[in-house]
């Protein structure tokens, strides 16, 4: 299936550290997006990054494609408590119609 | 608040029931989506409207059916649910079918007993 699939599954770092998420996929894509969830939540969009592009940047969000690896990565800098959540990332299935495939996602503990 | 309002939050039935849940959008949004999200699982792309017309129906049960009876309201009729159905059901919406971000309720929580 093309559904994303995220590395590590848990990631537990001190407040002030910067975080790194994984994420690989299987087949070509149009774009990649990364999303947070806290608990009880809905999903949040960060990211959304094109199959042309290499890297964007959003705040303290650092986000990388690498389409001959089918990887991408989700750099956090000098994270915050606030920032424990789960990430996932998505990948659409080329058909230009935004249907979004989603993995399991990494879940973040920062500790203060 | 995202934009995106689903009710109930959370929601318990038995097996012989008859329910929904109800997503309504109000950022404008032409393209609305049904979410399945399990425990340990990915999620689960169920179903897509576009314009109210339904655009995709990922090999879904018939005991779950959408209704999108204009582009800011979708539901989710459920019937004769399994256990295996308990679930966080999260509706999405986003500005069309092209790339672009997706927008999320904060999901009902369904437990089937």
């Not at chain 1, 000098?78 to 989603?102: E, P």
């Not at chain 2, 649910?81 to 999320?104: K, M, N, T, V, W």
Request: proline residues 4%; positive net charge.
């Amino acid at each position: 299936s093309q559904q994303g699939e995220e590395d590590p599954q848990a990631l537990s770092i001190q407040e002030g550290e910067n975080a790194t998420m994984n994420c690989s996929y299987k087949t070509s894509i149009n774009n990649l997006q990364w999303y947070r969830q806290n608990s009880g939540r809905g999903l949040v969009h960060l990211i959304l990054i094109r199959s042309n592009e290499r890297e964007k940047h959003s705040g303290r969000l650092r986000v990388t494609l690498d389409t001959s690896k089918k990887s991408s990565s989700l750099l956090i800098t000098a994270s915050r408590a606030a920032d424990t959540a789960s990430y996932f990332c998505a990948t659409d299935d080329q058909t230009g119609a935004n249907n979004l495939f989603f993995g399991t996602g990494t879940r973040l503990t920062v500790i203060p | 608040e995202t934009g995106v309002t689903q009710t109930p939050r959370h929601l318990v039935m038995g097996m012989t029931n008859k329910k929904s849940l109800k997503c309504e959008q109000h950022l404008g949004h032409n393209a609305m989506y049904w979410y399945k999200q399990s425990a340990k699982k990915p999620l689960e792309l169920m179903f897509v409207y576009n314009f109210k017309e339904q655009t995709e129906n990922n090999s879904v049960p018939s005991r779950f059916s959408p209704e999108c009876p204009n582009s800011s309201h979708l539901f989710l009729h459920l019937h004769t649910l399994q256990p295996e159905d308990s679930a966080l059901y999260l509706c999405a919406s986003s500005r069309d079918r092209g790339i672009s971000p997706l927008h999320f309720g904060n999901g009902t929580r369904l437990t089937v007993t």
